[in-house]
């Protein structure tokens, strides 16, 4: 079953700005993850929070977690062309990871 | 290179056509895992494994197989395929036995059910 929902579904940027999506949950979770994925290959791992943190920073990363509204968001500071990427959350419990649809960004040079 | 790799990349088949679907990972990680990702829905996990002759279903089983022999190998098998099995594929493992760290991906496999 799908668990977590990003919002919104595509965004577009200029270069420089900053991206925010966010992610809601329906369960219980041990963390929740951010991934991205390129135009169909793989997911890389981004980040990762543990259900005991609020928030966490990676580089131009930063990552909030609420679980008493069951929600995450993802920012990207000062974004580059390189960042265009669908992110997708994911959340982890008891030995799963269920993933959201993902929100496709585009970054305009 | 550390890396989880997945043979083959790409496969058209037909329907009743049993096939496999290789992953192997050079990273000695215990967790495998095995997910479908189809347009809107994100990923969907299919089965897990947290070790040797240890695999237990995801959220989406029906239709696949999976068997973990040796630790760094776990095929999906699909005994008679359909097209609503027409997917992209991923592998993936992790350092915790129980999966709850990060994971890493394959490359994917993009399979067409005819």
């Known amino acids: 079953s799908q668990q977590g929902e990003e919002d919104p579904q595509a965004l577009s940027i200029q270069e420089g700005e900053n991206a925010t999506m966010n992610c809601s949950y329906k369960?219980?979770?041990?963390?929740l993850q951010w991934y991205r994925q390129n135009s169909g290959r793989g997911l890389v791992h981004l980040i990762l929070?543990?259900?005991?943190?609020r928030e966490k920073h990676s580089g131009r990363l930063r990552v909030t977690l609420d679980t008493s509204k069951k929600s995450s968001s993802l920012l990207i500071t000062a974004s580059r062309a390189a960042d265009t990427a669908s992110y997708f959350c994911?959340?982890?419990?008891?030995?799963?990871?269920?993933f959201g649809a993902g929100t496709t960004v585009t970054v305009r040079a | 290179e550390a890396q989880v790799t997945q043979n083959p990349r790409y496969l058209i088949t037909v329907t009743g056509k049993k096939l496999t679907v290789t992953c192997s990972q050079n990273?000695?990680?215990?967790?495998m895992s095995w997910y479908r990702q189809d347009p809107g829905l994100g990923l969907r996990q299919i089965y897990y494994?947290?070790?040797?002759?240890?695999?237990d279903k995801g959220d989406v089983p029906e239709g696949y197989k999976v068997s973990r022999k040796e630790k760094r190998n776990f095929p999906l098998i699909l005994e008679s395929p359909s097209p609503n099995q027409t997917s992209l594929y991923f592998c993936?493992?992790?350092?915790?036995?129980?999966?709850?760290?990060?994971?890493?991906f394959g490359p994917g496999t993009r399979l067409t059910v005819l």
């Open positions: 993936a493992s992790s350092t915790s036995r129980t999966g709850v760290n990060e994971q890493f």
């Open positions: 369960t219980s979770i041990n963390n």
């Open positions: 929070i543990r259900s005991n943190e």
């Open positions: 994911a959340t982890f419990y008891y030995y799963k990871l269920s």
């Open positions: 990273m000695n990680h215990e967790y």
């Open positions: 494994s947290m070790n040797v002759e240890v695999t």
